[in-house]
């Protein structure tokens, strides 16, 4: 029997949905990571003006793809005839597959900032050993905690839609503003912050056209809106015909660089509050040190020097982290859950507990074998397969989809869009400038 297909019960549900899928750990710490590496405010600049000029195009055809096939992404994907179709098809299994394996380590590091959220929690109520061992990297610790990360995920998308993803979308992303705003307002008050607060927002102009900070904020502003695994275009599935794809589309980037920026007058003022009171966030070369261990060393011996406030900080700090994996998470797992949902295999629980526990498995192969697997996995899965499956997709909408049919898909929200700025330039913009720079973004990582 046919399963029948949901549907977001509200613009705003899907705003929040898709919002969230974006605003992950790529957001709330590699953005700032990268704004510290890469001339502070300079950096900032222009990964805003790039996300409007790369990403949202970008995003605008996997949404157009997923409300056109209204279906999972390797049938979504199956556009034109003979060898496009059987091409979209497999890159459609692509963004499957990337999608579960960036889920697969993505929930070891979410699984790692559950257990910071909890150790102070552990430590005041006297129980040390337990504190401690939530925040030392362990075989049994890392498992555990993936293992509970990846069923808060599963208990949510096993929901459906609306009963789920739309639901606890709508619940988490405000609390995810909340504990981000109040963060902001409490860091900024810090020795040093202000330190901080004039690197983020001063821009060394002299550097703003620099090639390699262009091209990392490129990079930035693609994957910070979760291109190339399917997600949006899942989420774009679940869209009415009346919805007008480019606002929304605007609208979630508008969200996405936000919360971003946000972020960034959170973390780099905290960092260098932490430099401020002796913690070392630079190397010996003086460069940022890697982001895991700014993450999971800095700020937590920032907050250890701060006393009971630090540990109620750390605690905040750690969920909001929290907040923002799970709502990414969500999306990557509807991808293949939607997928063995419609094909007729299984019905969406007994999809979302085989799915899951299939990606456990994956999890827990690279737990046992992380020095070899996790840095290989990322690699694989965000520097070449992401940016593939999304040259893919821009390409089927340039080339695959016929300018009519395009036009109609897009009309039918937005009625008034053919004699638009936006109709005169996206289409042939996604046929050559999306792919280009692209393939920038994808030569650059190598």
Same mark, same amino acid.
């Given at each position: 029997?046919?399963?029948?297909?949901?549907?977001?019960?509200?613009?705003?549900?899907?705003?929040?949905?898709?919002?969230?899928?974006?605003?992950?750990?790529?957001?709330?710490?590699?953005?700032?990571?990268?704004?510290?590496?890469?001339?502070?405010?300079?950096?900032?600049?222009?990964?805003?003006?790039?996300?409007?000029?790369?990403?949202?195009?970008?995003?605008?055809?996997?949404?157009?793809?997923?409300?056109?096939?209204?279906?999972?992404?390797?049938?979504?994907?199956?556009?034109?005839?003979?060898?496009?179709?059987?091409?979209?098809?497999?890159?459609?299994?692509?963004?499957?597959?990337?999608?579960?394996?960036?889920?697969?380590?993505?929930?070891?590091?979410?699984?790692?900032?559950?257990?910071?959220?909890?150790?102070?929690?552990?430590?005041?109520?006297?129980?040390?050993?337990?504190?401690?061992?939530?925040?030392?990297?362990?075989?049994?610790?890392?498992?555990?905690?993936?293992?509970?990360?990846?069923?808060?995920?599963?208990?949510?998308?096993?929901?459906?839609?609306?009963?789920?993803?739309?639901?606890?979308?709508?619940?988490?992303?405000?609390?995810?503003?909340?504990?981000?705003?109040?963060?902001?307002?409490?860091?900024?008050?810090?020795?040093?912050?202000?330190?901080?607060?004039?690197?983020?927002?001063?821009?060394?102009?002299?550097?703003?056209?620099?090639?390699?900070?262009?091209?990392?904020?490129?990079?930035?502003?693609?994957?910070?809106?979760?291109?190339?695994?399917?997600?949006?275009?899942?989420?774009?599935?679940?869209?009415?015909?009346? $919805?007008?794809?480019?606002? /929304?589309?605007? *609208? &979630?980037?508008?969200?996405? +660089? !936000?919360? %971003?920026?946000?972020?960034?007058? =959170?973390?780099?003022?905290?960092?260098?509050?932490?430099?401020?009171?002796?913690?070392?966030?630079?190397?010996?070369?003086?460069?940022?040190?890697?982001?895991?261990?700014?993450l999971f060393d800095t700020l937590p011996a920032l907050f250890g020097q701060m006393g009971g406030a630090g540990d109620i900080l750390m605690v905040a700090f750690f969920a909001l982290m929290s907040v923002a994996?799970?709502?990414?998470?969500?999306?990557?797992?509807?991808?293949?859950?939607?997928?063995?949902?419609?094909?007729?295999?299984?019905?969406?629980?007994?999809?979302?507990?085989?799915?899951?526990?299939?990606?456990?498995?994956?999890?827990?192969?690279?737990?046992?074998?992380?020095?070899?697997?996790?840095?290989?996995?990322?690699?694989?899965?965000? $520097?070449?397969?992401?940016? /593939?499956?999304? *040259? &893919?997709?821009?390409?089927? +909408? !340039?080339? %695959?989809?016929?300018?009519?049919? =395009?036009?109609?898909?897009?009309?039918?929200?937005?009625?008034?869009?053919?004699?638009?700025?936006?109709?005169?330039?996206?289409?042939?913009?996604?046929?050559?400038?999306?792919?280009?720079?692209?393939?920038?973004?994808?030569?650059?990582?190598?």
């Open positions: 029997m046919a399963q029948v297909r949901g549907r977001f019960a509200s613009r705003l549900g899907f705003l929040m949905a898709a919002a969230g899928s974006a605003v992950g750990l790529g957001n709330v710490w590699g953005f700032p990571s990268q704004t510290a590496n890469n001339g502070g405010g300079a950096f900032v600049v222009m990964y805003l003006v790039l996300a409007f000029l790369l990403a949202w195009p970008a995003l605008m055809a996997e949404l157009v793809i997923g409300r056109h096939g209204q279906a999972n992404i390797v049938t979504s994907m199956s556009l034109g005839r003979g060898i496009t179709k059987r091409f979209g098809a497999l890159a459609g299994w692509a963004g499957m597959l990337t999608a579960s394996l960036i889920l697969a380590f993505y929930a070891i590091v979410a699984g790692w900032l559950l257990g910071y959220t909890a150790a102070p929690v552990s430590e005041a109520l006297g129980m040390s050993s337990a504190a401690s061992w939530l925040t030392t990297f362990d075989f049994t610790r890392n498992v555990s905690l993936t293992a509970v990360f990846l069923a808060l995920t599963m208990a949510i998308v096993v929901g459906g839609v609306r009963g789920g993803i739309e639901k606890w979308s709508t619940r988490l992303m405000p609390l995810l503003l909340m504990l981000l705003v109040g963060l902001i307002g409490y860091v900024l008050t810090l020795p040093g912050a202000d330190k901080g607060l004039s690197v983020y927002l001063t821009p060394q102009w002299d550097r703003i056209f620099d090639a390699d900070l262009m091209l990392s904020a490129m990079g930035q502003a693609f994957f910070s809106l979760s291109l190339g695994v399917g997600a949006m275009l899942i989420y774009g599935s679940y869209l009415g015909p009346e $919805q007008n794809l480019p606002r /929304l589309g605007v *609208l &979630v980037t508008l969200i996405d +660089v !936000g919360i %971003a920026f946000l972020a960034g007058l =959170l973390v780099i003022p905290a960092m260098y509050a932490a430099r401020h009171l002796g913690v070392e966030i630079f190397d010996a070369d003086g460069l940022l040190k890697s982001s895991d261990t700014l994996g799970i709502t990414s998470s969500i999306s990557m797992l509807e991808v293949p859950v939607s997928f063995v949902v419609e094909r007729g295999w299984l019905g969406r629980r007994a999809a979302t507990l085989a799915v899951g526990a299939a990606i456990m498995a994956i999890s827990l192969t690279i737990a046992a074998n992380f020095g070899a697997l996790f840095g290989l996995v990322i690699m694989l899965t965000t $520097q070449y397969s992401q940016p /593939l499956v999304a *040259l &893919v997709m821009c390409l089927l +909408v !340039g080339w %695959a989809m016929s300018r009519h049919a =395009l036009l109609k898909e897009i009309q039918s929200g937005a009625p008034d869009i053919e004699s638009s700025l936006f109709w005169k330039i996206w289409p042939w913009y996604v046929r050559l400038i999306c792919p280009l720079c692209i393939a920038l973004v994808f030569a650059h990582s190598l």
